[in-house]
Structure formats: structure tokens, C-alpha cells
């Protein structure tokens, strides 16, 4: 399961990395939104083990979107950071740097980034962070991949030139999730998948000004007890939003258990 979860989001990172398409090369630069569009995302699908008929949740997520379950003994954090921040991620990039005057993550404003440009370590599209390797192993046209690097966000990060070898240009970006397998139980109660927005930060567990808390969270919920999902999602976001959080704001909320039947 997990596997195919894997294959399926690398799948979707390759068609998204497939050329635009139009006249002639230079209307053909990888990325179907743009070289400098991306996203995170997470997705979290239960199935029943044909093996011993336990119901399971495999969630998976790129970038700083979040999966959450509450269950007994608080709300469990089924994703994972892609951050620089986070050290895991951190170590994984430096390592694939080949010029210790330049890293490939740096600070830039006063936070880091990859390749002094974009805060996530893994996500869908940014093809100007991907190697050219992406298109070539998913049947993508070398030649289109190649004409990244003409715009004004690759040329501020001082990429090599387009004839390097590809090797050089890989900046660790990827959009191969973490993936979690996990036994549901009778006293679960919610699972909410949401963007970044609706939470604070997960490494300190502190509001900031940025968005809830885990704590808070789950006390909305609990004071929202007979309202629908969609309700609870509009306060989830409203009080968010209250707290300070200015980036997007997007969940979905799904009762489990007998609390919410």
C-alpha cells in the first residue's frame, strides 16, 4: 500500500513537470502551471486489511501540509515536516551540495530556504528545483527540460549553466511523500487533512501568532460536538485566521467513532 501511495504521487509530480506544450522551444519550459508553481499536499484513505479485516489509515503528505487524528490520549501528527528547519531534511539536502561556498539551503530573510528561494524541501511542481533526471526517467523531452533556467527566479539563485551536467543541478527537491500506516481503533474520533495555514508551529507547539495549536484544535471540536463537518471546518478556519494566520487555509475534517455518529 504504502508503495503504491509513493508511485502514485511521483507519478503526479511527472505530469506535472511535463513541458507546457506550445510554439516552438521556448514556449516549452518544464512545469504545466510554470517552472516557479508548486504545491505540498497530503491525502489519507482508510482501508479495510484483507489480511486480518483491521480498518487502516495510510496518509502521506510533501511540503508543511498536515494529517491529524485524534484519538485517545490527544491528537497524533500522522505527517511530516519538508521543511529546512526540519533536521532530517536538512542533513538529506546538504548532502547532495558539491560546493560548500554555496549550500543548497541558505538564509534568506532572516529564514531558510532552498536554494535561497523556497521554503519547502519537498513538494508537486517547482521545476526550476528539480534535475533534469525527473523528465528523462518519466519519458519527458530532455531538450524542453533543459530551457528551465531562462527566467528571472533561476537566474537570482545562480544556477550553472544549462549544459551542465545534471547531476550538478539537483537541489533535493522531491515530491516523494512520507508515508504512515495506521490501525484505526473504535475510540478514534476525527482525522482532519489541512494546509499549513490551520496550524501553528508543530515543532514547538506553540500558537506564535500563526495559527492553532493542537490543543486548540481539538477544544473547537469538542465545543462544535453535533455540528456538521462543514460548520467545523468554517470555525477551525475563522479562529485560525483570528489568531494571526495568514497563509492559506484549507481542511477537510472527517468524523470517526461513536462520539460523532
Not at 80 to 105: C, D, F, K, W
Not at 180 to 191: F, G, P, V
Request: hydrophobic share 40%; net charge neutral; glycine share 12%.
Amino acid at each position: 500500500v504504502a508503495g503504491s501511495v509513493r508511485a502514485a504521487y511521483l507519478r503526479a509530480d511527472a505530469r506535472i513537470l511535463e513541458p507546457k506544450g506550445g510554439g516552438g522551444l521556448r514556449d516549452t519550459g518544464r512545469g504545466v502551471g510554470g517552472a516557479t508553481c508548486g504545491a505540498s499536499a497530503a491525502t489519507a484513505i482508510v482501508y479495510r486489511d484483507p489480511g486480518d479485516g483491521a480498518l487502516r489509515l495510510v496518509s502521506a503528505n510533501v511540503g508543511n501540509t498536515v494529517v491529524l487524528l485524534k484519538r485517545r490520549g490527544g491528537v497524533a501528527v500522522l505527517s511530516a515536516l519538508h521543511t529546512p528547519e526540519n533536521a532530517t531534511e536538512y542533513s538529506r539536502v546538504q548532502r547532495l551540495g558539491t560546493n560548500p561556498r554555496m549550500p543548497l539551503i541558505r538564509e534568506t530573510g532572516g529564514r531558510l530556504r532552498l536554494g535561497g528561494s523556497l521554503s519547502l524541501t519537498r513538494a508537486f511542481g517547482d521545476a526550476y528545483l528539480k534535475p533534469v533526471e525527473a523528465s528523462d526517467e518519466r519519458g519527458g523531452d530532455r531538450s524542453a527540460a533543459r530551457l528551465v533556467g531562462e527566467g528571472a527566479a533561476e537566474r537570482s539563485l545562480r544556477l550553472p549553466p544549462l549544459d551542465a551536467p545534471p547531476k550538478v543541478r539537483d537541489f533535493g527537491l522531491t515530491a516523494e511523500p512520507d508515508v504512515s500506516i495506521t490501525q484505526l481503533r473504535e475510540d478514534d474520533e476525527w482525522l482532519i487533512v489541512a494546509s499549513n495555514g490551520l496550524v501553528s508551529d508543530l515543532t514547538t507547539r506553540q500558537a506564535a501568532g500563526n495559527g492553532l495549536t493542537l490543543e486548540g484544535i481539538d477544544d473547537i471540536v469538542n465545543t462544535l460536538r453535533g455540528e456538521t463537518p462543514a460548520e467545523i471546518c468554517s470555525e477551525l478556519a475563522t479562529v485560525a485566521r483570528r489568531n494571526g494566520s495568514v497563509d492559506d487555509i484549507t481542511l477537510v475534517f472527517v468524523p470517526l467513532g461513536p462520539k460523532f455518529a
